[in-house]
């Protein structure tokens, strides 16, 4: 999720270009040095949460994005998948732009990364206009001359550009939005309450008591589902909580006929 040093325009030209909405990125701000944005697509446009690094009276480190503070980023970034920022929690992380290597590359200073022609690398970061941070096969990192590459996947327009939207918006996590999410209609023939299997690890923050942990695997029953897409379900263990509906499955019958009684 973390991309480095990237210009809003094209951070905007990412994300606008994937197909759904949640999707985010995390990238360091040219205005304000040794902060980070938290770049999320909602609906038809990018919003960028500018998070601020702050550092306590004992020498800790804080993280902080409108009213809240978090000790780290994962932390941050795991509130978010279970909290609304505007009209999205976070689903997952940009992909990354892939690069096939059109000529070799020996390298001459220790930070570059040598290549092959054919070889391909993954971006980490577009840090300057002709250098980029990338990373091998072998999970190697180093400096890459861009010229010697070209995009092999996720291409993204260099020159698209959305409207310009304020510099950065704060998120509403205190109201929740009223929009519905894309849930498959089949799901609402279910009949409650209905047992469904996690298909996505999630670790909410501790510090809400509301979120339900899932552990891939696990088997859990729903209670209720709602349009915003956070539903409500009990956990093996008879703990209760909410859950985004992306994470579970329902069973089939015959799955439902093994389980033990």
Not at 32 to 40: E, K, S, T
Not at 206 to 227: C, F, H, N, P, W
Not at 235 to 247: A, K, L, Q, V, W
Request: glycine letters at 6%.
């Amino acid at each position: 999720w973390y991309f480095g040093m990237l210009s809003r325009d094209r951070t905007n030209n990412i994300l606008m270009n994937l197909d759904y909405s949640g999707v985010f990125l995390v990238r360091e701000s040219k205005t304000m040095p040794g902060d980070f944005v938290l770049c999320v697509k909602e609906d038809q446009k990018v919003s960028h949460y500018i998070i601020n690094r702050i550092q306590t009276s004992n020498g800790t480190l804080r993280f902080k994005i409108g009213d809240k503070e978090f000790p780290d980023m994962p932390s941050l970034l795991n509130f978010y998948k279970t909290h609304y920022l505007d009209t999205t929690t976070l689903i997952k992380p940009a992909p990354r732009v892939k690069l096939l290597c059109k000529f070799d590359f020996s390298g001459k200073d220790p930070e570059d990364l040598p290549f092959k022609k054919g070889d391909i690398l993954e971006v980490i970061a577009e840090d300057e206009e002709e250098w980029w941070t990338a990373r091998n096969s072998n999970g190697q990192v180093g400096l890459i001359p861009v010229r010697y590459t070209q995009v092999i996947e996720n291409p993204v327009s260099m020159n698209r550009s959305p409207g310009r939207a304020p510099d950065y918006q704060q998120p509403q996590i205190q109201q929740l939005p009223t929009q519905q999410v894309q849930i498959p209609p089949s799901f609402f023939d279910v009949q409650l309450p209905a047992k469904a299997m996690v298909i996505l690890q999630r670790i909410p923050s501790a510090y809400d008591k509301r979120q339900l942990r899932l552990e891939v695997g696990e088997i859990i029953t729903v209670l209720k589902m709602s349009l915003n897409g956070q539903w409500e379900g009990r956990d093996m263990r008879d703990r209760e909580g909410i859950f985004p509906f992306t994470h579970i499955r329902f069973l089939t019958q015959e799955e439902l006929r093994n389980l033990p009684p």
